[in-house]
């Protein structure tokens, strides 16, 4: 029983950290695109 409610928990987690990871990633990207433009 214990086992399966850490497997929910840690699907929760990874549901609510999703959105967060995708925005973080798009900023990353954007600072990448923002950097190299500069540098040429």
């Known amino acids: ?3 399966r ?3 929910v928990i840690a699907y929760q987690f990874s ?3 999703s959105p ?3 925005v ?3 900023i ?3 600072m990448r695109y923002s950097f190299r433009l ?3």
């Open 28 to 30: 990353v990207r954007k």
């Open 15 to 17: 549901l609510l950290l």
């Open 1 to 3: 029983m214990v086992l």
């Open 20 to 22: 967060v990871v995708s």
């Open 5 to 7: 409610d850490m497997v």
């Open 38 to 40: 500069e540098w040429v």
């Open 24 to 26: 973080w990633d798009c």
